[in-house]
Each structure stands twice: as C-alpha cells, then as structure tokens.
C-alpha cells in the first residue's frame, strides 16, 4: 500500500524542479526519469509476494494534474499518460476516480480538515479560493481525458454532496464486481470521524480485506 504522503514514496521523484516542466528539456528529464521509476516499481511488484498493490492518488493527482498545472506540453503529457497506463498493465489495474464537481468547494472542505496551509498550500481569502478552483478545474478536466480513455475497468465517482455511505457502498460493490466477490466490505467499521475517514483514510485501509478477499491476483486499485 503507497499513500500519497508516504515518505520515500517509489513512485514519486524526488528533487523534481516543477518549475522546468514548461521547457522541453525539463519535460523530457522528467518523463524520461519517471517511466524508469514506474518500470523499476512494477518489476518489484511481480515478484513480491503481496497480491494487491493500492497506489493512492500519485499517477492522475500528483504526476498528470501537477504536471498540467506547471504548464507540461500537452501532447507530451498525453504521451506520458499513455506511457504510465502501458508500464502498469502487467499489473492488471483496476480505477476508482472521484471527479469534484465543485472544485472550489472541495478546496474549501480539505482546507476545512487539514487547515488553510500545509505542503505547497495556502488558501486564505475567497480570491485565493476562486483562483485554486478554476486552476484545478482546468486540470482535472484534462486528467478526466486520460480516465475516460483509459480501457480498464474503472468506477467514476461524481462528488456533489459528499455523500460518502453511498460512495462507500458503490466502492464495494465495484470490487466485489470486478474480482468476481459475492460481498466485500472494504472499509469496516467507521472512525470516530467518519466523515473524515471516508474521505482522505478508508480507501487506504482496505488492503487488508481485500488481500483476504480476492486471492492470487495482481492489480493496481488507484483511488
């Protein structure tokens, strides 16, 4: 299990100047670094013994939206796309994808929860709000492209109103699906904060019932 804070995360690059991914050479850098390393990970992945692998937001959040964001050539983002989704195909991948239908008010719940500054963050007046909301839009209409596109199984979740039990109960039915499962309860029992939990820890949690569940299987579950 890889969540996007982890330290010393494999499948992201370290020292990465954001800034360059404008130019061909940064892009080029980068690409040429970050397939390697997404080569490097599924080759390790085959030959370890866990038989779920969940990598949470880092592909779609933090390589193809930042990416855009910083101003990356699109037709060499599409292409890096196209890449990432090729090196992962050995390990049979499978997607839950939450598209935010309200980008700014997404903005506004995370900073909510985590505060209005933490990593590269800081949000403090409505025009910062405004501003992040039609930045972000932009690029998650562009990483909404690459899921549509994608052929594998996939469940895309519309948030309007965080209505988290029905997401939950949608998520599990999706698994249970897709692994030919006749029940699974991915998340078991709530936090104190269920609401919390559902949103930023549950999809995390439920390797350990899904390694029992499902078996001698090889996937990627992206949330």
């Known amino acids: 299990m890889f969540v996007e804070q982890e330290e010393n995360h494999p499948l992201m690059l370290k020292d990465v100047q954001f800034e360059s991914l404008s130019s061909d050479e940064g892009a080029d850098k980068f690409i040429a670094e970050l397939e390697a390393c997404y080569a490097a990970f599924v080759q ?14 880092v592909m779609l959040q933090d390589v193809i939206s930042v990416s855009h964001l ?3 050539d699109r ?4 292409l890096l796309a196209l890449s990432l989704q090729r ?21 506004r719940f ?25 930045v972000w839009s932009r690029s998650q209409v562009f990483v909404r492209g ?12 519309e948030n309007r109103n965080y209505l988290w039990d029905e997401n939950t109960e949608r998520a599990e039915r999706f698994v249970a699906e897709t692994f030919g499962l006749a029940n699974i ?13 559902r949103a930023f820890l549950g999809h995390a949690s439920a390797l350990t019932n899904l390694k ?12």
């Open 44 to 57: 390790d992945r085959l030959i370890q013994e866990e038989q779920i692998t969940i990598i949470e937001s």
């Open 70 to 72: 910083c101003g990356m």
């Open 75 to 78: 037709g060499k983002l599409q």
């Open 87 to 107: 090196l992962l195909e050995p390990l049979n991948p499978r997607l839950i994808y939450y598209y935010q239908m309200d980008v700014e008010g997404q903005w």
């Open 110 to 134: 995370i900073c909510g929860v985590r505060g209005n500054e933490w990593g590269p963050v800081s949000l403090h007046t409505d025009e910062d709000f405004k501003e992040a909301g039609e």
């Open 146 to 157: 690459v899921v549509d596109e994608w052929a594998i199984p996939k469940l895309i979740i």
């Open 185 to 197: 309860h991915l998340f078991g029992a709530p936090a104190r904060d269920a609401h919390l939990n």
């Open 212 to 223: 029992d569940a499902i078996g001698p299987k090889s996937s990627v579950l992206k949330f």
